[in-house]
């Protein structure tokens, strides 16, 4: 046996003991131990900062790109809502025990489907250290034990975030072995996480293209993927100007990169205004990778290529085509997008029920920016992610995501004839 296999049988076990724990834990002593950690997380700042800044210290040196290192940046800002997302995990009503539907049988006996954690949880992400931080507190508000994977260019933060959070947690009086965070950057970890069917209850992998591939290729548990963030903003022909320039400079340079970036602008060949469009995204400072009815509209533009209507940017650049209508608008996500987020610009209604009831992705949009595309906008506190999959959970993973459900039976001394 392998050390790396030993170490993840030392974690799985500790963590299904936890689980066990967690799975009879009330609402108050889960909130207030969530409220402890995001105590410890702004006590601690100097510390969390400090290691942050080793990390970037080598990140830049190892020459990462502005994107992934504006991932990997904390200031006290960033801090602060790190801890700010963790107490709203604690304010959130707790999912665990909430009866889902309930029936009566004509025999008498009494059916219920009750939601119940989902066990021992693995996160495996990259870059974000923040992901430290929810994770570790959506796991634990859920009532599942987590072991939490973070990638080596956040090796220091996330060390420094993890003993927060667990400083709250055992303050609290539960274990803390709920929030595990593996201790080497041993990448044969990985692979031992992936096969531990019956140790690890469903894996969810956060990061790069690369990393999930590999995560949905080797896994011998559930997996809850994330893909690219492939998402669109289509301007339909009706849309109103202003509007449409607002939402799409926001959708692609609020922040580039974020999965809920638009990284592809369609326009509707009958849009009476293209240009000011095209103008107002180069006037902000993206490149635009144009098709050539798009490029006679500023001299600024760039030719797109066939890989560009398939590339997740995380960065200052979108690409951009003219679309004859809907239905093209339309067959273009399908065929290029990710199933993450897209969205139509337009006042018109029918429109717009059309693009919500056929686009396929787990969030469609109208009139709005792809940038919402988050767990803390959706309502729901800190998220794990955005699921592209079509079973379990869809669109931004919080709480009920990180639940199944059982089914309860009450009778009164009931045979089966």
């Known amino acids: 046996m392998t050390s790396s296999y030993l170490l993840m049988t030392e974690l799985t ?6 689980a066990r724990h ?14 402890g950690a995001a105590q410890a997380l702004r006590d601690r700042m100097p510390d969390i900062l400090a290691a942050n800044a080793q990390d970037v210290d080598a990140a830049v040196a190892a020459g990462i790109s502005p994107a992934m290192l504006d991932r990997l940046k904390l200031d006290a800002a960033r801090v602060a809502a790190m801890a700010s997302a963790v107490e709203q995990v604690a304010t ?36 974000r250290p923040n992901v430290t931080a929810d994770a570790a507190a959506l796991g634990l508000r859920s009532g599942n034990a987590v072991i939490l994977r973070g990638g080596s260019e956040a090796v220091h933060s996330n060390r420094a975030i993890h003993a927060a959070m667990a400083q709250g947690v055992t303050q609290a009086g539960l274990p803390a072995e709920a929030i595990q965070l593996v201790p080497t950057q041993d990448r044969a970890l990985v692979g031992d996480m992936l096969r531990a069917q019956g140790q690890i209850d469903m894996i969810i992998p956060r990061g790069g293209k690369s990393l999930v591939a590999r995560v949905q290729d080797e896994a011998r548990v559930p997996v809850l993927a994330h893909l690219d963030g492939i998402c669109h903003s289509y301007v339909h022909k009706d849309a109103d100007p202003d509007m449409a320039q607002a939402i799409v400079v926001n959708a692609k340079m609020r922040r580039t990169g974020v999965c809920g970036a638009t990284e592809t602008v369609l326009i509707d060949q009958d849009y009476p205004a293209p240009a000011a469009l095209i103008t107002a995204l ?38 951009a085509c003219v679309v004859s209508g809907i239905d093209e608008a339309m067959a273009h996500i399908a065929r290029h997008g990710s199933h993450h987020t897209d969205a139509i610009i337009t006042q018109n209604a ?53 639940t199944t459900y059982k089914w309860v039976v009450r009778g009164q001394g009931q045979t089966r004839p």
């Open 13 to 18: 076990a500790k963590a299904c003991t936890a």
């Open 92 to 127: 959130l009503d707790d999912p665990v025990g909430k009866i889902i539907d309930r029936s009566q049988r004509p025999n008498g006996l009494l059916m219920e489907r009750v939601r119940v954690p989902v066990g021992v949880l693995g996160i495996i992400y990259e870059s």
């Open 350 to 402: 029918s429109a717009a029920a059309r693009f919500l009831a056929e686009v396929d992705s787990a969030i469609v949009m109208h009139n709005a920016s792809t940038q919402f595309a988050d767990g803390g906008e959706f309502g729901l506190g800190a998220e794990i992610g955005i699921a592209t999959g079509r079973l379990h959970a869809r669109g931004p993973v919080a709480l009920e995501g990180l």
């Open 282 to 319: 180069l006037d902000a400072g993206c490149e635009v990778r144009a098709d050539d009815v798009l490029m006679e509209l500023d001299a600024r533009t760039v030719s797109a290529d066939a890989q560009d209507w398939d590339t997740e940017y995380l960065d200052t650049v979108i690409s």
């Open 22 to 35: 967690m799975a009879g834990v009330d609402d108050a002593e889960k909130a207030a131990a969530l409220t």
